[in-house]
């Protein structure tokens, strides 16, 4: 047999043979409970003033109280929020995730993000301590005389003025004359629990609305587009008399006289 002819099959033998087995070292997943813990504040902290949170990116660990349980400003999506020390956050739980209900202490490790004005946690790892449900605290603010900067993810209650009252895709919304801000009221047609009817309100009327602070300002310095999203009926309420009474009382005062 030629030389050539035997190396090259001496080649397809070797090709052809079963590999050996080789050790498959086994990686070890990242335990999510060894990064660094936090405070919500530190992860909203914007000290250069560019209007991002200074943390964006970081794998860390923040805890509160949740202010708002899965459902109840929206249910498309397993949305909570979670506030401590007058700040807040946005938590995108996995869809598959158990609820979470308003008052539970939790515990949440993952990546901090920024959405259109508030920061927030993407699918994190998150624990529900085993401790007894809390009232959680509102910031009263009344009229705002400025944005509402700093205050997004935590709950709040203002004090405005109706000027625009409408039905847009996917939910209601008022718009309130706060002092001198303009505060959308949105409620998703998507949540839990009982329907929130903005309808009921009248432009001119004057509103308490109490909910989760939020933005949809997607431009920098992400200052604007303020929203207030509340969680049930109770949560937007009147502060006077609707103006269509005052002008029915008024007529008819007016037609006493005249008899």
Known sequence: MPLRFSLLLAALALLTAPLAAQPVESVAAPDPWARPTITIAEAIADADGNGLPDRIGEDVIVSGRVSAGTGLVRSDRAEIYLQSGGAGLRLLLPPDAPQVLTGDSLSASGALAFEAGITQMVAPAFRVADVPQTEIPVATLGEIDGPLEGYEGQLVEILGDVVQVDEVEGGHLLVLLSGK????????????????????????????????????????????GYVIHPRAPGDVRTAGVPPSVLWGSALGALGLLAV
């Not at 505060?183 to 308490?208: I, M």
């Open 181 to 224: 801000t303009l505060v959308q009221v949105f409620a998703y047609d998507q949540r839990l629990g009982e329907a929130v009817d903005l309808g009921r309100f009248e432009v001119g009327q004057k509103v308490r609305a109490r909910g989760i602070a939020s933005q949809f300002d997607t431009e920098p310095p992400y200052d604007g």
